[in-house]
DNA sequence: GACCGCCTTGGTCGACTGCCCAACTACACG
DNA sequence: CGTGTAGTTGGGCAGTCGACCAAGGCGGTC
């Protein structure tokens, strides 16, 4: 076993762990090297030496959360047969997070980061657009109009939802679902004439 | 006129505008007495004989900017005839703002900064609390169903717009305006009877 | 055995942090 | 005019920051 290079790769793994709960714990720009370094049980220098600067630490470890949260999402939504149910499906997955949570306060935390820095910004918009594309697809395939803005709008209210849910517990899923259904049910469905019109909004 | 506490009342407004403006631009953890201080022009020893710490200097800037933003917007909102026309004049508000300017970020900051903040989240809850009532009165003039639950989701669903506009600009009040209009047009219009259910969300 | 390169350690550097305080100014009041 | 007080200044303290680096441990390859 190579076990220096192994070692080596789970000190990466561990220090991208820490940074990803201090990110949600302390915020973005509080997060320090001998704090993740601490918390990995790992010397501070050992941090410039994998990922060079605490920035790279830290958009590294935003987005590897992000990116395998999207990936445990895509499957499960592929279930949905309707909006309703894509609805029901998309809240019922979100319904394990508080909003005070790790995960849901690292979602805006980079969201916010992306906001100063051009490189995390253009990852993390390939990411979102990437699974708003795919649920545009899912809702061009139920027949709702406009699948693309109703998809961007649909992705933005349910994190709008997580961002709320922090101050108001009574956010719950079950008190969203039924109004974003009628969200996509009412801007949806016109009748007989699909006209998914996959052209507005681009195409991410 | 008294030009002493006249001075040191302009003092505390220029820290505050400040530091509402360097919330924005470098995250809320990363905002110093010095930085706030150079950016008022005044000495940095001032930020703790006016504010006491950093952190109250901090909560007070943010919730007056948002106290600013949801007094200005309650008159506007007064005009709104209909749910439709209520969700046209909100985004009408909202599209001077591109996700990315101090207002929009300088509001999320502050719902993250109350995750960690117990008294910052008490009063954020307040001002919060306080515009999801009034639009919920709205909607339950209107007719909407369960008014509470639509403006609890209207609010969010807006909040996570303005959060998502920063990556995405094709998230335009244009764009967003329908797909929510069918959000409270679909679960709204129970026909005849109002049933606003006022007891569902307390009163905050 | 000697050698090599990845990984790790512990420490140092200048800069910055929040908070505090003695000294100072300028105005208000008696 | 003297005195009190609110406001202000600049410096100082102890601590932390990101980044860097010389030194050494370690396993793998000859």
């Known amino acids: 076993m190579a076990t220096t290079a192994e070692r080596g790769r789970q000190v990466r793994q561990r220090l991208l762990r820490a940074a990803a709960e201090l990110i949600a714990e302390r915020g973005w720009t509080a997060v320090s090297t001998r ?38 999402a ?16 998309l809240l019922a997955a979100l319904d394990g997070f508080s909003g005070t949570d790790p995960v849901s306060l690292l979602f805006t935390e980079t969201y916010l980061a992306a906001t100063r820095d051009p490189v995390l910004r253009a990852a993390l918009a390939e990411v979102t657009g990437a699974a708003r594309a ?25 994190d709008g939802v997580m961002l709320h849910r922090a101050l ?37």
Chains 1, 2 share one sequence.
């Open 74 to 89: 895509g499957p499960a939504l592929r279930r949905a047969r309707g909006p309703g149910e894509l609805v029901d499906l």
């Open 134 to 158: 795919e649920i545009a697809a899912r809702l061009a395939e139920f027949g709702v109009a406009a699948p693309h803005r109703a998809a961007a709008t649909l992705t933005a209210a349910v």
């Open 35 to 72: 704090m993740a370094a601490e918390r990995a049980g790992v010397a501070a220098g050992l941090v410039h030496y994998h990922f060079g600067s605490v920035q790279a630490l830290l958009g590294e470890a935003a987005l590897g959360v992000i990116r395998a949260v999207a990936a445990d």
């Open 168 to 204: 108001d517990p009574d956010l719950t899923a079950a008190n969203v679902a039924p109004v974003l259904r009628a969200m996509l049910q009412g801007a949806g469905r016109t009748g007989s004439a699909p006209q998914t019109d996959s052209r507005a909004g681009g195409r991410g």
